[in-house]
């Protein structure tokens, strides 16, 4: 390894970068499949059969991605950043570790309030994690939906604002997420 | 500092090779954007957002208000049959039974299934009459449902919600949906339009052959002495992976007795299933009729051709009964496609339609006031 990119300190680490774009994929495809899903007859079985594994793998995968960029240095914000944009950014990179970590725990829940089985291949099922309240499942399965449209005005932001900084400030904010080596600046 | 393709890749550091500050110390400063550029640029921000948040709503139906989604499908239950708080929005008025089944083992050469090893597995299920209104009239010609929630030891469960009927008269959800438009009833008459329901049997000749076949079955007296028919086909993977098509029926154990027709008694099915099952368990042999190739799978409305393998798989026993209130049956949702593994779904249209349809009224009912059944708990009890 050079010491061209080792020091390169502008740019997400190898592992943050493939945790963010792994997780970029799943989650938009999962937002996809949960809102055809509630609309569909026809396809309601398998987008279903597809959204309990997936929700489960993002909640694993969420917790994996926390304790990486716990462990990793972070680039620092691009200079051109003002003070309240850097604390808006903070605030929406909570927001969606916090949606992507509870959208699932409440996707779990409200099935285990419900007393569905919790399918995720074949014979192989999870264990409920609330106890048995057909109201409890009513409130949870609204805030499930509540949460969906949250977590995508949360990427609609996020997408706008990564937009933003590329096509109009064009200050390199994407290559610090990029999934190839970008260029120290 | 004048930016040049020489110097991009310097970096500000100290002699250790650190970075000095947090941030980017050396910035290129790309030339300002004319104001047309500008512009262009934030309408294709603009555009892709719009972009992507019309093929979210696109996915969710929202700009095709004809297309039928489980949503819509259950409105038109409400129309027709009313809202009534806490209750299902078909098959509304019912009583809630436990008891068990016992497999014979005969079972385990069509599906892996753990419920057709043989030994016995706890059943709850439901009793119910088809319909929207809890609290209607016990009738012969009703639709009688039964829905059962098998519970095996390895914590999976096999749910089945089964009629009366033997063949349904529907082939698929668009069926269904235009019947019950077409059985709304008129908002001054009260009463559907006889016209209407004559000209859906004139577009949907499966049905009037269908509806035939039901009239040939004159429906038994009571709960206890009727067939229950599964009707969908689902598919069965054995231990060796290979697949069947099935479908199958509860024959009853308790002998067929015809339909007495008028009786005082308003809950006359509901009463005479009590007092039958207080008297002595009631039971019903599980069948599984077995496809063979080019068998229609994807269609309820058509019977499959006499002479069919039947294989008895083992015992449905059914020994207690109680009022929806103190039932664990009221809260379950008798989805047909909670399945174990070893049983799936066939290509019938019908079966996903189901699964999304009883969904939202599970979760519609889930969330209101539990207003009290037709069958009280003290009904069941003198």
């Given at each position: 390894m050079s010491a061209k990119t080792t020091t390169n300190r502008q740019q997400f680490n190898g592992s943050m970068r493939f945790l963010h774009w792994l997780m970029a994929g799943l989650v938009l495809a999962m937002l996809g499949i949960g809102i055809a899903m509630v609309a569909s007859l026809g396809d309601y079985h398998l987008l279903a059969s597809i959204h309990r594994p997936l929700?489960?793998?993002?909640?694993?995968?969420?917790?994996?991605r926390f304790v990486n960029r716990s462990l990793s240095s972070l680039p620092p914000f691009p200079a051109t950043m003002p003070q309240?944009?850097?604390?808006?950014a903070h605030a929406s990179e909570?927001?969606?570790?916090?949606?992507?970590?509870?959208?699932?725990?409440?996707?779990?829940?409200?099935?285990?309030?419900?007393?569905?089985?919790?399918?995720?291949?074949?014979?192989?099922?999870?264990?409920?994690?609330?106890?048995?309240?057909?109201?409890?499942?009513?409130?949870?399965?609204?805030?499930?939906?509540?949460?969906?449209?949250?977590?995508?005005?949360?990427?609609?932001?996020?997408?706008g604002a990564v937009l933003f900084h590329t096509l109009i400030v064009r200050d390199g904010m994407l290559s610090r997420m990029v999934p190839w080596r970008a260029r120290a600046r | 500092m004048a930016p040049s393709e020489t110097n991009q890749d310097a970096k500000t550091t100290n002699g250790n090779g650190e970075l000095l500050s947090e941030t980017a110390p050396r910035e290129r400063h790309?030339?300002?954007?004319?104001?047309?550029?500008?512009?262009?640029?934030?309408?294709?921000?603009?555009?892709?957002?719009?972009?992507?948040?019309?093929?979210?709503?696109?996915?969710?139906?929202?700009?095709?208000?004809?297309?039928?989604?489980?949503?819509?499908?259950?409105?038109?239950?409400?129309?027709?049959?009313?809202?009534?708080?806490?209750?299902?929005?078909?098959?509304?008025?019912?009583?809630?039974?436990?008891?068990?089944?016992?497999?014979n083992g005969q079972g385990a050469r069509l599906s892996k299934a753990v419920v057709f090893q043989s030994g016995r597995v706890p059943v709850i299920g439901r009793f119910s009459l088809g319909g929207g209104d809890p609290h209607a009239s016990d009738d012969l010609s009703t639709v009688r449902g039964l829905g059962l929630q098998f519970s095996l030891p390895n914590?999976?469960?096999?749910?089945?919600?089964?009629?009366?009927?033997?063949?349904?008269?529907?082939?698929?959800?668009?069926?269904?949906?235009?019947?019950?438009?077409?059985?709304?009833?008129?908002?001054?008459?009260?009463q559907p339009d006889p016209a209407k329901g004559a000209a859906f049997l004139a577009s949907h000749p499966e049905t009037a052959q269908a509806l035939a076949i039901i009239k040939?079955?004159?429906p038994s007296s009571g709960f206890d002495n009727?067939?229950?028919?599964?009707?969908?086909?689902?598919?069965?993977?054995?231990?060796?992976?290979?697949?069947?098509?099935?479908?199958?029926?509860?024959?009853?154990?308790?002998?067929?007795?015809?339909?007495?027709?008028?009786?005082q008694d308003k809950n006359f099915l509901f009463d005479g299933l009590i007092a039958s099952i207080q008297q002595h368990p009631l039971q019903w042999h599980l069948v599984m009729t077995v496809a063979q190739p080019g068998d229609p799978t994807d269609n309820a409305t058509l019977q499959w051709p006499e002479g069919r393998e039947q294989v008895d798989v083992g015992t449905l026993t059914l020994d207690s009964v109680e009022s929806e209130e103190t039932s664990p049956a009221r809260d379950i949702n008798f989805d047909p496609l909670v399945l174990p593994a070893g049983m799936a779904p066939s290509n019938d249209p019908l079966l996903s339609a189901?699964?999304?349809?009883?969904?939202?009224?599970?979760?519609?009912?889930?969330?209101?006031?539990?207003?009290?059944?037709?069958?009280?708990?003290?009904?069941v009890r003198k």
């Open positions: 929700g489960i793998l993002i909640l694993i995968l969420v917790v994996i309240q944009e850097r604390f808006a909570v927001l969606l570790y916090t949606l992507l970590l509870v959208q699932p725990l409440v996707g779990w829940g409200m099935l285990s309030a419900a007393r569905y089985p919790i399918v995720l291949f074949g014979s192989l099922h999870l264990f409920p994690i609330l106890p048995h309240s057909v109201m409890l499942y009513a409130v949870l399965r609204r805030t499930h939906t509540f949460l969906a449209y949250l977590l995508f005005l949360a990427f609609v932001a996020h997408f | 790309p030339a300002p954007l004319t104001a047309g550029n500008m512009f262009a640029r934030l309408a294709g921000i603009g555009v892709l957002l719009l972009a992507v948040v019309g093929a979210f709503l696109y996915l969710g139906a929202w700009f095709s208000p004809q297309k039928l989604t489980p949503a819509r499908f259950v409105d038109e239950f409400e129309r027709v049959g009313g809202v009534h708080s806490g209750f299902r929005r078909n098959h509304a008025e019912g009583v809630g039974v436990r008891g068990f089944f016992d497999s914590g999976e469960q096999w749910r089945t919600a089964m009629i009366n009927l033997p063949v349904f008269p529907f082939k698929d959800p668009r069926a269904f949906y235009d019947n019950l438009v077409a059985s709304q009833p008129d908002p001054n008459t009260h040939s079955h004159a009727s067939a229950f028919y599964g009707l969908n086909a689902f598919r069965f993977v054995n231990a060796d992976g290979a697949s069947t098509y099935v479908r199958w029926t509860l024959a009853p154990v308790q002998p067929y007795e015809a339909g007495a027709g008028a009786s189901r699964s999304a349809i009883y969904s939202q009224s599970f979760t519609r009912r889930a969330g209101e006031t539990k207003e009290p059944s037709e069958i009280t708990p003290s009904e």
